[in-house]
């Protein structure tokens, strides 16, 4: 099949949000498909397992986003970003292609996948075979002890496994590695001792860093966009021209990874000058610093100074003096920064009339001061001005709507499993919204070249 069908194919497919039989489904029936790949009427399209062949192509070679890469060249050349000198931040939620798993289910399901994947540590290693049928272990789900023996069973059961398969010098494949490490991960991720009771285990209280959800996609983890509101699965990170919504960046991560880690990877190719735009997620002192470090301009909505008494002072209200290396309170008292970047009010807290206003520890205030204060500070004082706010307020909107362009109708949720896949995906899905979005803008072909004529 010649590639550029495939590619038209995938653009469509990221366009409708389809899977591969939907879209050769609609590629062996919609005249628009068949025309917009130049297939005559009567062509009967493909296998859909080529599109997968094609996809890890794309994966493996050296360029797997040519064709995000050559939407971008389309833009380029039709001169619709020129002199537009902005970029707004962004991310949004990617819902994963698995189910969350408990713990009994992942340690469950990742034991059986070792056995079938490595045959002699099934043939030579204990475990308890009623724990591995199908559905759940059989236990009495209401009584904290039988569910703590069979935590015990399957914990046991897989570090049998992973000492086996060292003890026995069995040469294995990367996947089987993997396979092991995983389980290796998922039975000390969620479990804990029994106090007074060797060799028992039960579920710990409490959540581990970077949680694994799922035996099956263990790149999936807990994304949450505020303290109350999470879901599981990636982080779809975008740049988008605040006037066109043009997509200029993107990027996919694991759901626990901070909007700011990703920010300057989506400004790669942005020259100097180039105005950032982004809400209090990207308002840490360091991306700060590194944002005017490479040249670029931040209009980036700073985090408040939270004050530890409502209606309080806050550090704002605190004389902070770098030269000196002293801060003083609102009620005169000055003390020294030390080198940990701390400066501890406490003698004077005792008698000072202000106190219930500043703080409610007993033992007094300290001020744990940002290595990137200044910054921080001006970014503040730089939020109430109207220049400020106007800018922030017309140019930062437009990034929203390019999100929800990019996660309408099914495509709030990922089709493939792990990072790498999930990536291409969200770069062919990029590519389609900004095909559809240039032709909104009046893209045309004149005299061989790509250019915009605006619609009335």
Same mark, same amino acid.
């Given at each position: ?58 994966? @493996?070679?050296?360029?797997? /986003? ?28 990617? /819902? ?45 789900? /209401? ?87 999470? @879901? ?10 605040? /006037? ?112 219930? @206003? ?6 007094? @205030? ?91």
């Amino acid at each position: 099949v010649p590639a550029d069908v495939i590619a038209t194919v995938m653009v469509l497919q990221a366009l409708e949000g389809l899977s591969d039989r939907e879209a050769i489904a609609r590629l062996r029936t919609d005249i628009s498909w068949k025309v917009a790949c130049g297939l005559p009427l009567d062509d009967e399209g493909f296998h859909p397992t080529v599109l997968v062949l094609w996809r890890n192509k794309l994966r @493996r070679s050296d360029n797997p /986003e040519r064709i995000f890469e050559a939407v971008r060249k389309v833009v380029d050349s039709s001169g619709v970003l020129s002199r537009r000198n902005r970029r707004a931040l962004d991310s949004t939620v990617l /819902e994963d292609a698995v189910q969350r798993q408990d713990t009994i289910t992942l340690l469950q399901s990742q034991i059986r996948r070792v056995r079938k994947l490595v045959p002699m540590l099934a043939e030579r290693v204990y475990v308890h075979e009623s724990n591995l049928g199908p559905g759940r272990p059989p236990c009495d789900y /209401e009584d904290q002890a039988d569910i703590d023996r069979v935590i015990s069973e399957l914990v046991e059961d897989a570090y049998e496994l992973i000492w086996a398969s060292e003890d026995l010098g069995i040469d294995l494949d990367e996947t089987q590695q993997q396979a092991i490490a995983l389980l290796a991960l998922l039975a000390g991720q969620d479990v804990e001792p029994v106090p007074d009771k060797p060799g028992r285990w039960r579920i710990a209280n409490k959540t581990a860093p970077n949680r694994v959800l799922s035996s099956v996609d263990s790149e999936s983890r807990h994304a949450h966009k505020t303290h109350h509101s999470y @879901r599981d699965g990636f982080k779809g990170h975008v740049s988008v021209e605040p /006037e066109t919504g043009l997509v200029t960046a993107a990027e996919l991560t694991a759901g626990n990874t901070c909007d700011g880690e990703v920010a300057l990877d989506l400004l790669t190719d942005e020259p100097s000058g180039t105005v950032v735009l982004g809400d209090a997620a990207y308002g840490s002192g360091e991306l700060r610093h590194e944002l005017m470090s490479a040249g670029f301009s931040p209009v980036i909505k700073p985090m408040p100074a939270r004050p530890p008494v409502k209606g309080g002072f806050s550090i704002d209200d605190f004389e902070i003096d770098e030269e000196q290396n002293t801060i003083t309170c609102p009620n005169g008292a000055t003390v020294k920064i030390s080198p940990s970047r701390r400066a501890r009010f406490a003698k004077f807290c005792a008698t000072c009339p202000m106190r219930r @206003r500043c703080t409610t520890s007993r033992h007094g @205030r300290t001020i744990v001061l940002n290595r990137h204060h200044t910054l921080l500070a001006d970014a503040r004082r730089q939020a109430m001005t109207d220049e400020f706010q106007d800018l922030y307020r017309t140019y930062r909107p437009m990034v929203e709507r390019t999100i929800a362009w990019l996660v309408r109708g099914p495509n709030r949720k990922v089709r493939y499993i792990g990072i790498e896949r999930n990536r291409l995906w969200l770069t062919h899905r990029v590519a389609a919204v900004n095909l559809k979005r240039l032709l909104t803008l009046g893209l045309s072909r004149q005299d061989g070249a790509w250019v915009i004529v605006p619609t009335l």
